[in-house]
């Protein structure tokens, strides 16, 4: 379990609790600059200059040597908005999911491992494009690449942030439908998007960001249903048919 309690990244984000593990689904939200991607770069252990309390496993990480961090690099993995920061354009897509177990610590797969070819079936992508690099694939394609990338490591917690952006709609659709799929009892999801249209089905739960400020927060029917700030009200007239 993930655990944060008053978690700030300088002046960017102040104040953040929430709790993150397998089987939980939070929605974060926010106008662009509320500090969405920081909280993402901050519980990944990517950004300095952090205050509060984030807690893994019981384990404090907040003022702890770098070395304490490891751990969360095969419980906690992060998808990036745009999949051509996460893949290296110039690996292949087996080298890079090989690059992700390498740095999880987890054991290599052999090139026919049944393993392997059961990730690629999760995501939904045929085993024959594992042999291509990104740019051979299509924008979906890559983001599922992406993500089979991030089950590599066999995490406890998914956290994505806003990877449907980029999508045509009913790509991002498919997108957002495999990551049901994945939400089981094993595997907890973080989810940052703008279209709030995305969360009912995914999340269970949603943070409502304002300028680096927590200004909502609890069950997604009760925050979307019946906001209580004008920053959510807004979030929620502009969503998509919500």
Do not use: N, Y
Request: glycine share 10%; with cysteine.
């Amino acid at each position: 379990m993930l655990i944060a309690r008053g978690l700030t990244v300088g002046r960017r984000l102040r104040g953040v609790d929430l709790r993150l593990g397998p089987g939980v689904g939070l929605g974060v939200v926010g106008r662009s600059g509320s500090g969405k991607s920081t909280l993402a770069r901050a519980l990944v252990g990517l950004e300095p200059e952090l205050a509060g309390s984030l807690q893994l496993a019981g384990r404090e990480l907040v003022g702890a040597p770098r070395a304490a961090w490891a751990g969360l690099r095969a419980r906690v993995q992060l998808i990036w908005q745009d999949p051509a920061t996460a893949l290296d354009p110039c690996l292949s897509i087996r080298r890079s999911i090989e690059e992700a177990r390498k740095l999880a610590g987890r054991d290599r797969f052999t090139r026919d491992d049944p393993r392997l070819r059961a990730l690629m079936e999760r995501v939904a992508l045929a085993p024959e494009l594992l042999d291509r690099v990104p740019g051979a694939l299509s924008g979906g394609q890559r983001q599922r690449a992406a993500i089979a990338r991030a089950l590599a490591a066999e995490p406890a917690l998914l956290i994505v942030d806003e990877i449907t952006s980029a999508l045509d709609r009913p790509v991002a659709w498919t997108i957002v439908d495999l990551l049901r799929t994945l939400r089981t009892g094993e595997v907890g999801l973080m989810m940052i998007s703008h279209d709030l249209s995305f969360l009912p089905g995914t999340v269970e739960s949603v943070l409502v960001l304002d300028e680096g400020l927590p200004v909502e927060s609890g069950p997604i029917e009760a925050v979307l249903g019946r906001p209580q700030t004008a920053t959510t009200r807004e979030l929620v007239d502009a969503a998509p048919r919500l």
